[in-house]
């Protein structure tokens, strides 16, 4: 009795996921992407591997699928955009800056400044602030930015033993 219990929660548990998982492939089903394990998606692809492996690994998904391409990871698609021009967009777009839900804890503390703004507002901050972080105006800091840096490596240092 208990065994048949156990396995109509299994049988349960398996089909509830298998059915969440069909519901999160479904936009991503036109994206071309290797294809994936049941549950774990092309996560053991990544596993143990150095950041070396893993960009030759992108770069050869690129070459087999184009320069858009997804990567089914456990519980979320990951999609890359291997060509210039979409990568521009995507960076310079105020259409795609939004931001992840994990952003949502901060609002209460920082409200909606440059880092958890999206859309034109984020735009608007941006654009008042990037004069400030001008090149020329960052170089009359250098020494500044050294001594600072070099005093919190020692305080680092200290506290490793």
Same mark, same amino acid.
């Given at each position: 009795?208990?065994?048949v219990?156990?396995?109509?929660?299994?049988?349960?548990?398996f089909?509830?996921i298998?059915?969440?998982?069909?519901?999160?492939c479904?936009?991503?089903?036109?994206?071309?992407?290797?294809a994936?394990?049941?549950?774990?998606?092309?996560?053991h692809?990544?596993?143990?591997k150095?950041?070396?492996?893993?960009?030759? %690994?992108?770069t050869e998904l690129?070459q087999?699928?184009?320069?858009?391409?997804?990567?089914?990871v456990?519980?979320?698609?990951w999609l890359?955009?291997?060509?210039?021009?979409?990568?521009?967009?995507?960076m310079?777009?105020?259409?795609?800056?939004c931001?992840?839900?994990?952003?949502?804890?901060? %609002?209460?503390? %920082?409200?909606?400044?440059?880092?958890?703004? +999206?859309? +034109?507002k984020?735009f608007?901050?941006r654009k008042a %602030?990037?004069?400030?972080?001008?090149?020329?105006?960052? *170089?009359?800091?250098?020494q500044?930015? *050294?001594?600072?840096?070099?005093?919190l490596?020692?305080?680092?240092l200290?506290?490793?033993?």
């Open positions: 009795m208990l065994t219990i156990v396995f109509t929660v299994i049988s349960v548990f089909i509830y298998w059915q969440w998982r069909r519901r999160l479904r936009p991503f089903r036109s994206i071309p992407g290797p994936g394990l049941p549950l774990v998606g092309n996560s692809q990544f596993l143990g150095t950041s070396t492996d893993i960009f030759h %690994l992108l690129e087999q699928y184009g320069s858009v391409f997804k990567v089914d456990a519980s979320a698609f890359f955009y291997m060509a210039p021009e979409d990568v521009e967009r995507i310079t777009g105020p259409e795609f800056n931001k992840s839900d994990d952003y949502d804890m901060l %609002l209460e503390w %920082l409200g909606t400044g440059l880092l958890i703004s +999206n859309g +034109n984020w608007t901050h %602030l990037t004069p400030a972080f001008h090149f020329k105006i960052l *170089d009359n800091f250098v500044v930015f *050294d001594e600072k840096s070099t005093v490596a020692r305080k680092f200290s506290h490793s033993g």
